[in-house]
């Protein structure tokens, strides 16, 4: 593992949790009470591959804040934020990148003031625009959309999403009050496509069929131009939406990790062109191995809980699968004579065994994909890089925060990357005294 030096600098931070996500502590881990490190350090790599970490938490940050929670990065930006626990709304913290460090610029505050409106579960950043998800909001769920503005050095808030009439919260069949979850997760693309993920989108006799709805903040404001259902099934539970990702090509990757099999859900994912109006085709387990049967505890292997795209590959995680030890599935992208395919290239495993909860979130950047085994001690990000001969995909990497406290930090729970930088958050840290304070960490790749 790596063995990294720390020098104190400066800095800030804050994160949550969500009731549909894994929130038991990470397995492997001792209880003890850690010494409460430096704030904002650079961890400098000192066994020759490179690797720099920018180790960041809140300073005046509490017992269960779970800083770290929904991450991103694009460029010289990085956000996170909080979903609003322990009495406080959600916030997210933004870092830009000059002078060889991560440095706070803003803190962006809920425009709801509601303690449960998980503003910053998911956020998202392309350029110099941002959204932000609080499927919390109003008990539908929003999203709110940012601009950096050059001539205040600041970011600006320039917009709810409208959403569609059919999103709203409903009563299921046992007398439920079912909220949509609009905001789930979001993704925003260069071209300045949206799609938002409403899983839980459903009607009294068929439940949390799962939704994407679609904008395009730099042609239609914040009026959506259309919403997307599962074209495998709009009657059964498929969580249609669970997460969504849009690359600058304007692929779109919708991941429905209950779907296929009402009582194994397998789950899929389906892949579309032009910013969502086309649907290229489906994927699932199956696509490694035609006879794959599920073994596990979950009923689900998960499969779509993590969705990436950028440029020619695709990748899917399966976060439960073989006793949620984890997988990521990866696939290529192809187009010729504006027909479009996708193909199962390859599957990756973790290091380590059973309960790793490999593929909970996975990033792509041109040929370099990562992922974490969040629940494996303290957490760890893999780092893979295509090898451009048949060997494909190739480990090169596997990394950990320099500081941890020993107690199931769960590093890698949320993670982005854009370049040779990738974020993780560790939203279980325990920072001194205080349990569940959360931090991240920001690795430079050579």
């Not at 009050?177 to 409403?198: Q, Y």
């Not at 840290?429 to 569940?436: E, L, P, R, S, Y």
Request: charged residues 15%; contains cysteine.
């Amino acid at each position: 593992m790596k063995k990294l030096i720390l020098i104190p600098i400066l800095l800030v931070f804050i994160f949550s949790c969500s009731p549909d996500e894994e929130t038991q502590a990470p397995t492997n881990t001792v209880q003890t009470t850690t010494p409460e490190p430096e704030p904002d350090t650079i961890q400098t790599d000192t066994d020759g591959d490179g690797v720099v970490e920018y180790f960041r938490y809140d300073d005046d940050g509490s017992f269960n804040d779970q800083f770290g929670w929904g991450v991103a990065i694009d460029g010289n930006w990085a956000a996170c934020g909080t979903l609003g626990v322990s009495g406080k709304p959600g916030k997210v913290f933004v870092y830009s990148f000059s002078n060889d460090t991560w440095s706070q610029t803003q803190v962006i505050n809920s425009p709801n003031s509601g303690y449960t409106d998980a503003f910053g579960h998911r956020v998202s950043i392309s350029g110099n625009y941002m959204v932000v998800g609080a499927y919390g909001t109003r008990s539908v769920g929003a999203v709110y959309a940012y601009e950096f503005d050059a001539s205040l050095g600041k970011w600006t808030f320039t917009g709810e999403l409208v959403i569609p009439i059919d999103i709203d919260e409903y009563t299921d069949s046992d007398g439920n009050t079912i909220n949509p979850k609009f905001g789930v997760d979001v993704s925003i693309n260069s071209s300045r496509d949206v799609a938002v993920g409403a899983y839980y989108y459903g009607t009294t006799a068929h439940p949390k069929q799962g939704a994407v709805v679609m904008y395009n903040i730099a042609s239609s404001g914040m009026n959506s131009i259309r919403t997307i259902y599962s074209p495998d099934s709009h009657t059964r539970q498929s969580n249609f939406g669970i997460s969504v990702a849009i690359d600058d090509n304007g692929t779109l990757v919708v991941g429905a990790y209950t779907e296929t099999d009402p009582i194994i859900n397998m789950g899929n994912v389906f892949v579309y062109s032009n910013a969502g109006e086309t649907l290229i085709g489906s994927l699932s387990p199956t696509d490694a191995n035609p006879s794959y049967t599920y073994v596990g505890t979950k009923n689900s292997d998960g499969f779509g809980h993590g969705v990436a795209v950028d440029g020619n590959y695709i990748a899917v995680g399966a976060v439960w699968e073989n006793y949620q030890q984890g997988a990521v599935y990866i696939y290529q992208k192809t187009s010729q004579a504006g027909t479009h395919s996708v193909s199962f290239v390859q599957k990756l495993v973790p290091d380590s065994a059973n309960n790793s909860f490999f593929g909970r979130r996975v990033g792509t950047s041109g040929d370099i994909l990562t992922s974490a085994a969040w629940k494996h001690n303290d957490g760890e990000v893999y780092v893979y890089v295509n090898s451009g001969e048949s060997h494909g995909f190739v480990k090169q990497h596997v990394l950990e925060q320099a500081t941890r406290s020993g107690q199931g930090d769960a590093l890698g729970h949320g993670i982005d990357i854009d370049g040779h930088n990738i974020i993780a958050g560790a939203y279980y840290h325990t920072i001194g005294q205080n349990d569940k304070q959360g931090s991240i960490s920001i690795f430079r790749l050579p």
